[in-house]
């Protein structure tokens, strides 16, 4: 593969064949900005709609593993992604501007890269869901900090360095450690995959690219006030509540629309994709949100 074809995009659609629908506004907004490639991973239990077949470069089978679920299933991209270097990008994401070339050209060299922070004292991974603390985390696996940051987007390169970072993901997992590194997610036996990456990646030694909050590749939608989401204008502004009962207002180019969430303003955005393509319209009545409220920025 020449230099541009072997950088791609991969999305996971597994289990339920709405996650398809949403990975297949992603990779309308992708394509609209993007001449890289898009492949979506999907399993036997969600199928594959062939009204998608144009939108994929490549939809990929993943066999179930019976001890991994949902989320988890990102510790397994290594074996999976058709590329030497991969953007992976939650389904319920949008892309809204060709300035994802910016971080295509940073990234590109580094064996594994997210945006984040570092932490060594207090909540960590926290949400509605569950949380868990830093320090008692850097004890038991002997880190001077823990790599905190939304798993929702993640750039890794076909190298022994970043396959580490799966390797030592999945170890953590299937270790005796696992429910307190950990907790249980949003369907049975599925657990959040944040804090096993997190602790992965520190314990390889790899932080976190930390960009102004103005700068950002991925911005999230949990603990919104009021935002800008524009496709036609690249502008993408958040405007979020911290748990210190300040504000932040955050900038950048893949809009995480975590549990979908603003529904309002994710379905328009959706519909606006999906009729420029002369697809039909998201039913919006298959989709109820899972929300988790973040207790961090």
Same mark, same amino acid.
């Given at each position: 593969m020449d230099g541009q074809q072997s950088e791609g995009y991969v999305a996971l659609a597994l289990d339920d064949r709405r996650y398809? $629908?949403?990975?297949? @506004?992603l990779a309308l907004s992708v394509r609209r900005f993007e001449n890289r490639p898009i492949s979506v991973? &999907? @399993?036997?239990?969600?199928?594959? @709609?062939?009204?998608?077949?144009?939108l994929f470069d490549k939809i990929i089978m993943m066999p179930d593993n019976h001890t991994i679920a949902g989320a988890m299933n990102k510790a397994r991209l290594f $074996?999976?992604?058709p590329y030497d270097r991969t953007l992976y990008v939650d389904a319920d994401c949008l892309l809204f501007s060709p300035r994802i070339e910016f971080f295509w050209r940073k990234y590109r060299g580094h064996p594994f890269a997210v945006e984040g922070h570092k932490q060594s004292t207090g909540p960590v991974f926290s949400c509605s869901l569950g949380v868990k603390d830093a320090s008692t985390l850097c004890k038991l696996f002997d880190l001077s900090f823990i790599t905190v940051f939304n798993a929702g987007v993640m750039y890794f390169e076909r190298t022994a360095a970043s396959k580490? &970072?799966? $390797?030592? !993901?999945?170890?953590?997992y299937r270790g005796p450690q696992r429910d307190v590194v950990s907790y249980t997610y949003k369907h049975a036996g599925e657990y959040a995959d944040e804090p096993f990456f997190g602790v992965a990646l520190a314990a390889l030694?790899?932080?976190p690219f930390e960009p102004p909050a103005l700068q950002r590749l991925q911005v999230t939608t949990p603990n919104l006030i009021e935002a800008t989401l524009d496709i036609d204008t690249g502008d &993408?502004? !958040?405007?979020?509540?911290?748990?210190?009962?300040k504000t932040d207002l955050w900038s950048g180019v893949?809009?995480?629309?975590?549990?979908?969430?603003? =529904? $309002?303003t994710y379905f328009a955005l959706a519909d606006k994709l999906r009729?420029?393509?002369?697809?039909?319209? =998201?039913?919006?009545n298959q989709f109820k949100p899972v929300v988790l409220t973040a207790t961090h920025a």
């Amino acid at each position: 593969m020449d230099g541009q074809q072997s950088e791609g995009y991969v999305a996971l659609a597994l289990d339920d064949r709405r996650y398809l $629908d949403i990975a297949a @506004n992603l990779a309308l907004s992708v394509r609209r900005f993007e001449n890289r490639p898009i492949s979506v991973i &999907v @399993n036997e239990k969600a199928g594959f @709609n062939a009204a998608y077949e144009g939108l994929f470069d490549k939809i990929i089978m993943m066999p179930d593993n019976h001890t991994i679920a949902g989320a988890m299933n990102k510790a397994r991209l290594f $074996d999976f992604t058709p590329y030497d270097r991969t953007l992976y990008v939650d389904a319920d994401c949008l892309l809204f501007s060709p300035r994802i070339e910016f971080f295509w050209r940073k990234y590109r060299g580094h064996p594994f890269a997210v945006e984040g922070h570092k932490q060594s004292t207090g909540p960590v991974f926290s949400c509605s869901l569950g949380v868990k603390d830093a320090s008692t985390l850097c004890k038991l696996f002997d880190l001077s900090f823990i790599t905190v940051f939304n798993a929702g987007v993640m750039y890794f390169e076909r190298t022994a360095a970043s396959k580490a &970072v799966f $390797d030592k !993901v999945l170890e953590i997992y299937r270790g005796p450690q696992r429910d307190v590194v950990s907790y249980t997610y949003k369907h049975a036996g599925e657990y959040a995959d944040e804090p096993f990456f997190g602790v992965a990646l520190a314990a390889l030694g790899i932080a976190p690219f930390e960009p102004p909050a103005l700068q950002r590749l991925q911005v999230t939608t949990p603990n919104l006030i009021e935002a800008t989401l524009d496709i036609d204008t690249g502008d &993408v502004r !958040v405007l979020k509540q911290l748990p210190n009962g300040k504000t932040d207002l955050w900038s950048g180019v893949l809009c995480h629309f975590c549990g979908l969430a603003p =529904m $309002d303003t994710y379905f328009a955005l959706a519909d606006k994709l999906r009729a420029e393509a002369h697809l039909p319209a =998201m039913n919006r009545n298959q989709f109820k949100p899972v929300v988790l409220t973040a207790t961090h920025a």
